[in-house]
């Protein structure tokens, strides 16, 4: 059984010093203590993968604080339980998350609470926002791209073989399923007139 350390800070000015004091007065050998200076607004940092990787059954990885770990409660909910999943206890000395005791198991058990709900709230925002904005006549998806004036000209001239489909294509500027669309369109405005 190993135990590990992850120090973080975000920016190449900052120093580790106050994470590396807790590192050592839990006496965990250099060779074992992971440092980084890279901005934790994601989990792709090449220290904490390699440490993620380095880990077996058995080990802890021990951190100053959460947010040395990951940024928001998804990305340390995600890395906790991949380090469940291979055996390895997880412990923030500042917010007493040890997931060796039963306490530090609910303690993060809440975090995933709060992480749902958090989840949900940003799922209902967002709906009431497009709500809000389709009220306002916003129009969501890519811009229509309109049919050139001469289009019923270049449909006629190509159903009547004098020009190939790419040539259409290449003279409206629309691409073959956007031009049948509108091709269809065309036919059922021509039936209602």
């Not at 590192?23 to 993968?49: C, H, M, W, Y």
């Amino acid at each position: 059984m190993a135990i590990y350390f992850y120090a973080r800070v975000s920016a190449r000015e900052q120093n580790l010093d106050r994470q590396l004091v807790a590192a050592s007065g839990r006496k965990i050998p250099t060779e074992n203590v992971f440092t980084e200076k890279l901005s934790g607004k994601d989990t792709k940092r090449p220290v904490l993968q390699r440490l993620m990787d380095t880990v077996q059954n058995g080990d802890a990885i021990i951190v100053e604080s959460i947010s040395r770990f990951a940024r928001n409660t998804k990305d340390f909910l995600m890395l906790v339980e991949k380090l469940t999943a291979k055996g390895v206890e997880f412990i923030s000395l500042k917010e007493h998350i040890d997931t060796t005791t039963p306490t530090g198991r609910f303690m993060l058990t809440v975090f995933a609470a709060v992480s749902e709900l958090e989840r949900e709230y940003t799922l209902i925002r967002q709906a009431e926002g497009i709500a809000a904005a389709k009220a306002r006549g916003v129009r969501f998806g890519r811009p229509i791209k309109k049919s050139p004036e001469n289009f019923a000209a270049l449909v006629k001239q190509w159903e009547s073989g004098k020009l190939t489909i790419f040539e259409v294509l290449e003279q409206t500027g629309l691409k073959q399923a956007t031009f049948y669309r509108r091709l269809q369109e065309h036919r059922l405005m021509k039936r209602k007139k």
